[in-house]
């Protein structure tokens, strides 16, 4: 299967600052997705973005599928920013569970 | 539009008893998957319905793990008996087939 590789594992920010998580693909994949996952565990879709670039108010995301890569994009962050964003995509054919990064956890600091 | 329902929210099991999960997709969704998630990981598939048929459960442990869609709606996931590592909260999710999935808020399981 593929292999899913989040950058940075960790980051720290203060309120209002910008910041760009990095999702890597070991191989191509057809479907990928970037989640935000809330203190209480529940996966929040961001964006579905298999290929170009999509903005959703202070958050965009951008995939090179040649290049096997994806970025998600946070300007003026906002303590209610703070938790894990994941990037999961799956190769494509009938089988189409994503397999899942391990995550970016991202503090906001007020 | 409703989302994808799950029952319990938590539960608590000693080891060797056994559980199971529900869980309800977004109407039409013909595609239900399960995923485990063990703290401070990523989720991992289960298994994947299409209707009421398997696409892939190919890291389902079957010895101890079942899961059925009898009437290509609702889904259960059961574990039986359960162990330690099975500590996780168990995701379900569902897709109109081949397109964005959505999850449901999980079931947290904690086994002593």
């Known amino acids: 299967g593929i292999q899913v590789e989040q950058s940075p594992p960790d980051l720290i920010l203060q309120e209002g600052a910008n910041s760009t998580l990095r999702c890597n693909f070991s191989?191509?994949?057809?479907?990928l997705q970037w989640f935000h996952q809330n203190p209480w565990g529940q996966l929040i879709n961001l964006f579905y973005?298999?290929?170009g670039t999509k903005q959703n108010g202070r958050l965009s995301a951008t995939t090179v599928a040649t290049e096997r890569y994806s970025l998600l994009y946070i300007s003026s962050s906002q303590t209610t920013d703070s938790g894990v964003y994941f990037c999961?995509?799956?190769?494509?054919?009938?089988?189409?569970?994503?397999?899942f990064g391990k995550g970016t956890h991202l503090i906001i600091q007020p | 539009e409703a989302g994808v329902a799950q029952s319990p929210r938590y539960k608590i099991i000693e080891k060797r008893q056994s559980v199971a999960f529900w869980c309800n997709p977004i109407?039409?969704?013909?595609?239900l998957y399960w995923y485990q998630q063990i703290l401070g990981q990523g989720p991992k598939l289960l298994i994947q319905?299409?209707?009421?048929?398997?696409?892939?459960d190919s890291q389902l442990p079957k010895d101890r793990f079942s899961a059925e869609r009898l009437k290509g709606v609702d889904s259960t996931l059961k574990i039986q008996p359960a162990k330690l590592e099975d500590s996780a909260v168990y995701l379900c999710?569902?897709?109109?087939?081949?397109?964005?999935?959505?999850f449901g808020p999980g079931t947290r399981l904690t086994v002593l």
């Open positions: 999710a569902s897709t109109i087939t081949y397109n964005e999935q959505f």
């Open positions: 191989d191509s994949v057809n479907n």
């Open positions: 973005i298999p290929s």
């Open positions: 999961a995509g799956h190769p494509g054919g009938g089988a189409d569970g994503l397999t």
């Open positions: 109407s039409g969704h013909a595609t």
């Open positions: 319905f299409q209707n009421n048929g398997v696409v892939d």
